[in-house]
């Protein structure tokens, strides 16, 4: 969200590596996170349908920053706009995971309904 912001193009070029490394890392840390919380059963299915959500990015950012590019008065201007959109919703969505994605707690539901969850890797104690 600050890049539109920042003083010189060299402090640009460092955010927006930085930015682009740790989002390349959700994808994942997503599918441990889902491996861990969901039942052997539907493990599976729950990564396809995730993997699937995540590339569907592919598809509409093109079309979605084309079209905020566009309706804005000057490229730059359009530009700076849907690099801010994306940034807060990357924020707001990161703010929501931290705050509801619990691994350990949704591996004891499981357990507790009879269903097999995989052990933590052995040294990894929690």
């Keep these: 969200m600050a890049v539109p912001y920042l003083p010189t193009r060299e402090v640009v070029i460092v955010v927006w590596m930085l930015g682009s490394t740790l989002a390349a890392v959700i994808a994942v840390i997503s599918q441990a996170v889902v491996s861990e919380c969901v039942p052997f059963a539907q493990r599976g ?73 995989p052990l933590p890797a052995p040294g990894l104690a929690r």
């Design 45 to 117: 299915a729950v990564l396809a349908i995730g993997t699937a959500f995540m590339t569907s990015a592919g598809v509409l950012a093109p079309y979605v920053m084309g079209e905020i590019v566009e309706e804005a008065a000057t490229p730059v201007e359009g530009f700076f706009r849907g690099y801010t959109i994306i940034g807060a919703i990357m924020f707001t969505g990161g703010l929501i995971a931290m705050l509801f994605i619990r691994p350990e707690r949704e591996a004891e539901r499981v357990c507790q309904n009879g269903m097999r969850v």
